[in-house]
């Protein structure tokens, strides 16, 4: 059964740090892509960051570019997102995604296969 587990979100300040991680379990984690999308109140959801199965191509949204950082453990079966500068507008319920075999870092959701359950992140200013 596939699994993934987001943990590290909760409440951050404007300018603030913080990490999200996913922990993978029953999917061919280190030969798939992954990603991070997140969803805010009446807003479709997006693709804030991806990774390909080698960790050699990455995809950022203009919005987070130069703030967040995806990375990937193998060993760990573990997808991270590094978020800086963090604020209002990054609030948001953070999803991870488990992608195709030997996947790219693609943006669209339909390249996703399986879905975590979501965790919260509410910056403040």
């Known amino acids: 059964q596939v699994q993934l587990a987001e943990s590290g979100g909760g409440f951050g300040q404007a300018g603030g740090s913080l990490r999200l991680s996913c922990a993978v379990s029953?999917?061919?984690?280190?030969?798939?892509?992954m990603g991070w999308f997140r969803q805010a109140p009446g807003k479709e959801r997006e693709c804030v960051a991806a990774i390909n199965w080698s960790g050699s191509s990455t995809y950022y949204a203009d919005s987070v570019k130069g703030r967040f950082t995806i990375s990937r453990d193998n060993a760990k079966n573990t997808i991270y997102l590094q978020m800086n500068s963090l604020n209002p507008e990054d609030t948001a319920v953070y999803y991870c995604?488990?992608?195709?075999?030997?996947?790219?870092?693609?943006?669209?959701?339909?390249?996703?296969?399986?879905w975590g359950q979501g965790t919260q992140l509410t910056v403040s200013s």
């Open positions: 029953g999917y061919p984690f280190s030969t798939s892509a």
């Open positions: 995604a488990a992608g195709r075999l030997y996947g790219g870092a693609y943006s669209s959701p339909s390249m996703y296969r399986s």
